[in-house]
């Protein structure tokens, strides 16, 4: 599990009951977080593992089966899933997300932001730098984009591209 924020707020916590749920269940999981925040004390005084580190730079993560939840990020994110929903929020820089089979939704990126999505769709809200989604089969909500925005639709026809661009606010 990845867990960004600072603080022990209901994200942080839905993360701690899910790791407990998992080691009543003999799933051993491990919590990466920012050094000195209150889910590593957390998680630490529950007797789970947790690994931190500080996280002030660019922010990696790749994920084959898991849903991706990233907030706060000081610097660039590049997070992608093969599976499951990717979610990030509050970026400080470029944001670049790719989910095969989930749904991708953005929010609050200071920087430039990328977002490929396959078989579902992409939100984007308050996006300061400019955006280009490239999509095959899902739609694409957004609002809040301060820079424009370029929409690649692969395997659709231009009917279903100008479906996509009707409904953006």
């Given at each position: 599990h990845l867990e960004t924020g600072r603080h022990l707020y209901g994200g942080p916590r839905q993360v701690i009951e899910l790791m407990r749920g998992l080691d009543a269940r003999g799933?051993?999981?491990?919590?990466?977080?920012?050094?000195?925040?209150?889910?590593?004390?957390?998680?630490?005084g529950a007797g789970l593992n947790v690994v931190t580190h500080e996280l002030g730079g660019d922010l990696d993560v790749e994920a084959d089966h898991s849903e991706v939840d990233a907030q706060n990020v000081t610097g660039a994110a590049r997070l992608s899933t093969s599976f499951d929903e990717l979610r990030v929020a509050e970026v400080t820089g470029d944001a670049t997300l790719k989910a095969e089979h989930g749904k991708v939704t953005a929010r609050d990126v200071k920087g430039a932001l990328t977002a490929e999505a396959r078989f579902e769709g992409v939100t984007l809200e308050n996006i300061a730098g400019p955006v280009e989604v490239r999509v095959q089969h899902g739609g694409v909500s957004a609002r809040g984009l301060a820079q424009g925005l370029k929409i690649t639709a692969e395997g659709d026809g231009p009917g279903r591209l100008e479906q996509r661009m009707n409904r953006l606010g």
């Open positions: 799933v051993q999981s491990t919590l990466a977080c920012p050094t000195g925040s209150a889910i590593a004390a957390a998680v630490a």
